[in-house]
Structures are given as C-alpha cells and as structure tokens.
C-alpha cells in the first residue's frame, strides 16, 4: 500500500484492531507462554488466569456467565459448532430447523450440510425492508422443529431483526433460538439471554480485536443446551470444543469486548450521525440513489446504497485505490452473481449489481466522509457518462420493455 | 483480484465513449448483454460507404472495469478496417491484449458480439 491517505470504509468485512487490544495482547506471545491447559506449573497457570480474565470481560459484554462462553477460531467455526452440534445433539428429539435466505453462509452453508445429514431446514424469505415475517416464521414451526437460526444483524445491510420477538415464540413452542450476532456484538447491546437467545456466534475481527478469534454463546440454565462437539480432541471449553486455546488472541477479544462496553454508544452514536452525513449527501448529490433494507431497524454504522444504471465493480474502480468498500458481500464478490441478500430483498438484478455498503468504524474520521462523498459522486457520474442504460433511462427509454440478449 | 495495467489505462481514460446517430444509414449498432447480468454494451460504427472502411466507432458500457476495457479496446481497433477485417476481430485477442483472468472472458465474448451486431445492423440497413 502506498503512502497517500487511504480511506476504510469496509468495517463489516474486518475492523482494525483497537492498539490497545494490540498492547494488551503483546505480552502473552513470549512473557507468558503457557498452554492454559497445562495445570502444573506457573506457565499454565498464568495462561489460564488470563484467559479466565478475557472470558469474564467477554461474559459481562454480553451480561452472562463466563461458563456460558465456548471460544473457537472465528464465527464460522461457532456457527457450524451451533447449527451442526444442535442438530446431532438433538435429533431425537427432532430434526427440524428454520432460518432466513439472507443469513450468511457459515449458516446457510451449515444448513445444507445438515440436509446432506438427513435434517429438513426451512429458509423463510424476508420482505422488502429485509426483515422476517413473524407470522410466516411462527407458522414454519412444526413438532420436529428444534431450532431457529436468525441473524442478529445482517452483514450486507446492517438490518436488525426483531430478536425480541422472535425470542418470544421460541419460548413459546420451545424451540432453541440460536443467532449468528457477529455484526452486533460489541457495535450494539446484545444481551442474549434477555431476549431469550439461547447460541450465539460472534467474533473478535468484527469488534477490534484480533483475526482468528471468536466465540460461541451457550446457555447454561433453563434450558441447560448442549451442542455435539464438532473437532474431536482434548475436550477443551466443556466438552464442546477440542484444541489449545489461542491465549493471545483471546486476551486480545477480552479487552476488545471490555473497551466495547465502555465505548460502544459513544461510537454509535457519532457513527449514525456519519453514516447519515453520507447517505444524506448521495442521495442529495444525484438522481437515482436507493438505501437498500430498512432504515429504521439498522445498525449504526452501514448503508447500503445502489447507484442505479452503474455497475457496482466497475464503479468501485474508480476510487478503490482511495477507498476501501465492498460491492454485495465481500464473501461472495469473487464470484459474478449478484448479492443473495439484496435479491431477497426483492431488488431486481440489475439494482443488486449497483450496491455498494459502505461500513464506518471506530477509526472512521469526518474528513474521510467528506473524502468519500466527493469521491463516490465524481465515479458515479463517470460510470453514468459510460453507461448506455443510463442514456437510455435519461431518454425515456422505458427500460423493461428492451428485449435484452441475456448472457 | 488486481487489474491490468491495460485495463486500468483504459478503464481511466476510455476511447471513443460516445453516441453515433442510429437511425443513420451508415451507422450500424450492436446491443448486447443484459442489466440482470451486470453487463450491456452497445458499440457503433459509422461506414464509409463508397470505400466500406469503418471511419469512426463509438461505445458504452454499462459494467466492470474489464467490459470497458475490452469496449474501449474494440472501438480503437474497429477503426480504419474494413466491415470483412472487423468481422475477423476474435474474443481471444482482447483477453491477450487485455491479460484477462478466466473469471473475466464473457467480457471480451461480449464485444465481439458487440462489434458482430453492429455490423449485421449496418448490414441491413444497407442490403
């Protein structure tokens, strides 16, 4: 990367970590080298001590007990370790799930291998905003039903379900709540238990912490849930998640999650007034701009915006050597089909492939806004000044009427 | 995934971005792809028609980086041949000429399509 000031505006992707996660980290590569599963000497008690300590800073973020908390590699290990490690421990019992077509695909992914395992999964759609229909999810539920998967927040949007409610028909048909939280935990309140959420995935690199960390939520009593261990090994974290703890990274999620408490709704609250800034002024700037998901029910740091009649790769190109920000997801933009997520959203085609999230942080400062502003609308003006959909549409060409030859 | 210094050079400062008139009858225009599929091109040529040499060519691309690139690319070599030369022009000369990845050759696919539209278009217009 070169010296010029570079602008980073794809949070939900990664965020930097905070330097004094990076500090508090430091000492635990070399000073303090302990296994905290070695039990017998002082190496191992100090690892042990300090990964006590993590799990207790990460247990009050989410006020819930530190033994409710199974760390693992990441949010896709916790999401398979939920999703998969429910279905095997309770498929006595039934061998039914529900979640949504805009989950992520740790989740979605997940599902199907439990298809492949013999389960049955529902994938409900969601409306126009994003959002699931309680109704439609409350009458997916059958006697077999074990489990509904519902993110917290979505990746792409930013859009919050309604945890509350959704908690409440859990409860009452009895059905686990399990919920991929990775883009809320640390950004927004999350208290699972409060709602009723029984697992919950999350991860350090959404929060300012380190890459290769992360955790699953499990609660303890009433119910008392369990998940089949997915690694075999030595029976770390209570049985349900083999292999020697990453000490550093965990130490690194602890005070990650400690400086979140103290600092998350001073962070919202200068972010949504950023991320308004920004949405306000590409609308205000040009024709044809839409907020795709619900504005009401977002997290405070994303939109995402189409620029309707540009491309949104080639639209990133113009300023992607300035600007960091995805086109759909991030996961999927290697490939050439345009974001799941906003097609279940009803967005025709061409609108998915106009997206662009952009997802402030911590670290997002006004003169990058302003940067972005200006930068954005200088490319899509020039995408625009290409574009023949966009001649045709400043025409009155009415453009579903155009025999398209598809490729 | 990185672009070509090519690419880039074109997507930056694209050649021959225009409009010709349509409904003019040396003007022949090719429209391909879809808005669905992220891609639609449309590229025109105006013929000379005492000598059948294509004089001018002029694009739009509605896509990423490498669609306008490869438009860009085909108006630029379009130019001074004649409608039989034009209708040699082959996908895999802009993936060469470009340093296409694989994931990136419907883009060079669709202009060729672009330039064998046009030139049936101009055709028919003048049979």
């Known amino acids: 990367m070169s010296d010029k000031r570079l602008i980073y505006l794809d949070n939900n992707a990664t965020t930097p970590t905070d330097p004094r996660v990076v500090d508090a980290m430091l000492p635990f590569f070399h000073n303090v080298p302990g296994n905290a599963a070695s039990r017998n000497h002082p190496f191992g008690w100090a690892a042990e001590e300090a990964v006590d300590y993590a799990r207790d800073q990460i247990a009050k973020l989410l006020d819930a007990d530190s033994r409710e908390i199974i760390f693992t590699s990441g949010a896709t290990e916790s999401d398979n370790l939920a999703l998969k490690g429910v279905y095997e421990m309770y498929q006595k019992k039934g061998d039914h799930i529900i979640t949504l077509k805009t989950e992520h695909k740790a989740v979605l992914d997940s599902c199907a291998k439990i298809e492949k395992m013999g389960g049955k ?39 919050i379900q309604p945890m509350k409610e959704i908690g409440e028909i859990c409860a009452k048909h009895g059905v686990l709540f399990m919920s991929d939280a990775t883009q809320a935990v640390g950004k927004i309140k999350t208290h699972p238990k409060e709602l009723g959420i029984h697992l919950m995935a999350f991860t350090a690199h959404k929060m300012y912490g380190p890459k290769g960390v992360g955790a699953l939520f499990v609660n303890r009593k009433n119910p008392r849930v369990k998940v089949t261990a997915q690694l075999d090994g030595g029976g770390h974290e209570r049985g349900m998640r083999s292999g020697t703890l990453n000490v550093p990274g965990i130490v690194g999620f602890g005070a990650a999650a400690e400086i979140a408490r103290n600092e998350m709704d001073a962070d919202a609250a200068r972010l949504s007034k950023l991320r308004d800034k920004l949405e306000t002024a590409l609308h205000g700037a040009m024709e044809e701009v839409y907020t795709n998901g619900s504005k009401e029910h977002r997290m405070p740091h994303v939109c995402n915006v189409s620029f309707k009649h540009v491309e949104g790769e080639g639209l990133m190109m113009t300023f992607n050597q300035e600007i960091g920000v995805s086109s759909g997801s991030a996961c999927t933009s290697a490939s050439l089909e345009p974001s799941y997520v906003l097609v279940a959203y009803g967005l025709g085609d061409d609108l998915a492939h106009s997206s662009i999230r952009f997802s402030l942080g911590r670290f997002t400062t006004d003169a990058d806004i302003d940067d972005t502003i200006e930068m954005v609308t200088k490319g899509v003006n020039h995408m625009r000044d290409l574009s023949p959909i966009w001649e045709m549409y400043k025409e009155g060409v009415d453009l579903d009427a155009v025999v398209w030859s598809e490729h | 995934m990185a672009y070509s210094e090519k690419v880039l050079d074109h997507f930056k400062n694209p050649k021959n971005v225009g409009t010709l008139d349509k409904s003019s009858k040396t003007v022949g225009t090719g429209l391909v792809g879809a808005p669905e599929c992220g891609d639609v091109m449309r590229l025109q040529i105006q013929v000379d028609s005492a000598s059948g040499i294509i004089e001018d060519a002029k694009f739009k691309t509605f896509g990423c980086g490498s669609a306008i690139a490869s438009s860009s690319l085909a108006t630029e070599w379009l130019k001074g041949k004649s409608i039989d030369q034009a209708l040699e022009i082959d996908n895999m000369t802009i993936v060469e000429e470009l340093a296409l990845p694989p994931v990136k050759i419907h883009c060079s696919v669709l202009a060729e399509d672009a330039i064998k539209g046009a030139i049936a278009d101009y055709k028919s217009k003048n049979a």
């Open chain 1, 121 to 159: 999964v529902t994938y409900l759609d969601v409306d126009d905003k994003g959002l699931v229909n309680l109704i439609e999810l409350e009458k997916a539920i059958t006697d077999k039903t074990i489990l509904i998967s519902i993110m917290w927040a979505n990746n792409e949007t930013g859009v």
